[in-house]
């Protein structure tokens, strides 16, 4: 003789027992990580480079410390207002805000998986920040010539450390795009290399803000005071 089975009925009435219940039913994907299971490598790739970039910021905001604190320490040297020339700056800064606005259009181009765009882009991206390193190195060489190197004075040392700083990392970031265009080229829109190119993007983006940065609080205050 079998046994009669015994449903129990029991009243639901804590709206977190009525979520914790059809949760698995509203999402059958979920893991356990969040309401939708975990991030995406995209999310996570975008979240670690972030961490990077801060550190960077970190390493940055103690140049421009020591630069604040060393900008009048000339030595009886060239002063800024001296040997600033605004021209040359504004036209760095403008190569390479403008090599921003390409960096944006190749990641639209990387969205709508168009290829030819997408070089594009990121050429006119690379030439513009080519450019600025020029410019950025002509007038380095123009302030040693003037016998207004790094070693004249405490200032001048601070301000070839901040700006030779961003023109590496600019160095080093075209280095990065000439091989995003031969990966994109060579391997289509792969899910990994569209997440190196979202992290090359923020930092090329980084670079803009802190350029920004330099040319305000250095360039700019300095040429007039």
Request: charged letters at 10%; a neutral charge.
């Amino acid at each position: 003789m079998s046994t009669p089975a015994i449903t129990l009925r029991l009243p639901v009435t804590s709206p977190a027992v009525k979520q914790a219940i059809t949760a698995p039913l509203e999402h059958p994907d979920a893991t356990g990580h969040g309401e939708a299971g975990p991030a995406s490598k995209r999310v996570v790739a975008g979240f670690g480079f972030w961490v990077f970039l801060i550190s960077d910021i970190v390493m940055f905001s103690a140049f421009f410390a020591t630069y604040a604190v060393l900008r009048g320490n000339t030595a009886g040297g060239p002063t800024a207002a001296q040997l600033f020339d605004l021209n040359n700056v504004g036209l760095e800064t403008a190569c390479l805000l403008l090599s921003s606005f390409f960096c944006g259009m190749a990641s639209l181009a990387v969205e709508a998986r168009k290829q030819a765009l997408t070089q594009l882009a990121l050429l006119g991206t690379g030439v513009l920040g080519l450019i600025f390193l020029v410019l950025e190195m002509r007038e380095f060489a123009g302030l040693v010539a003037q016998g207004a190197g790094p070693s004249r004075s405490a200032f001048l040392s601070s301000f070839f450390a901040l700006v030779g700083c961003h023109g590496a990392h600019v160095a080093a970031g075209l280095l990065w795009l000439g091989t995003m265009m031969a990966q994109f080229y060579a391997k289509g829109f792969r899910a990994d290399i569209s997440r190196r190119y979202l992290c090359f993007s923020l930092f090329w983006h980084a670079l803009d803000i802190i350029w920004v940065a330099i040319f305000s609080l250095v360039y700019l205050i300095g040429a007039h005071t």
